[in-house]
């Protein structure tokens, strides 16, 4: 499979200070599963209105994943909810954590989109980091219908913030075993 072509807009663009880092000691190799954070987590879980992601490591630092539109994502008749799609990329950069061994969080999120995603369509998200900076991650995707060569229907981009495992549960219902640093 190749890699989709650059973005065309890049609204949050990464500092010179910021460095692609190297993927830590038991990340995923390309071509494997990249393990889930959390099993009632609303995109990667198997929540019955969920998105059920999962995803594959690829090469330089980067996951794929299926998303199968189906009429519960819908927002508009017929097409998927704006927001569901940015849950999907969101998600996606998430599972970005399985390079670095550390937990992170959203701190920006930028989508665009470009296409309408109908209702039984299949996206494929590919997502990518590109730089680290401290605690700081800056990160690209795409999503493609008919294939991960096909046409672009939405394009992000995302600043993630590492925090330590205490995060979710000072801030969450979280129990310390229930916190994967390394998803």
């Given at each position: 499979m190749s890699h989709p072509s650059p973005l065309s807009a890049r609204p949050l663009d990464v500092p010179p200070a910021?460095?692609?880092?190297a993927p830590v000691r038991g990340a995923p190799e390309p071509g494997t599963?990249?393990?889930r954070h959390y099993d009632r987590c609303f995109a990667c879980g198997d929540g019955p209105d969920g998105l059920h992601l999962r995803f594959t490591a690829g090469e330089d630092l980067?996951?794929?994943a299926e998303l199968q539109v189906r009429e519960a994502h819908q927002g508009a008749p017929g097409l998927i909810h704006g927001g569901v799609l940015a849950a999907a990329f969101d998600e996606t950069f998430g599972a970005l954590n399985a390079f670095v061994g550390e937990a992170s969080v959203t701190?920006?999120?930028n989508t665009s989109y470009r296409k309408p995603v109908p209702v039984g369509s299949t996206l494929h998200l590919w997502a990518r980091l590109e730089g680290r900076e401290g605690?700081?991650?800056w990160m690209r995707a795409t999503g493609r219908l008919d294939g991960p060569d096909g046409p672009l229907a939405a394009e992000a981009s995302?600043?993630?913030l590492i925090?330590?495992?205490s995060h979710f549960v000072d801030h969450g219902s979280a129990l310390p075993?229930?916190?994967a640093v390394n998803p």
């Open positions: 910021a460095a692609r880092p599963p990249v393990p980067s996951v794929t701190g920006q999120l605690r700081k991650l995302a600043l993630f925090v330590p495992p075993d229930q916190i």
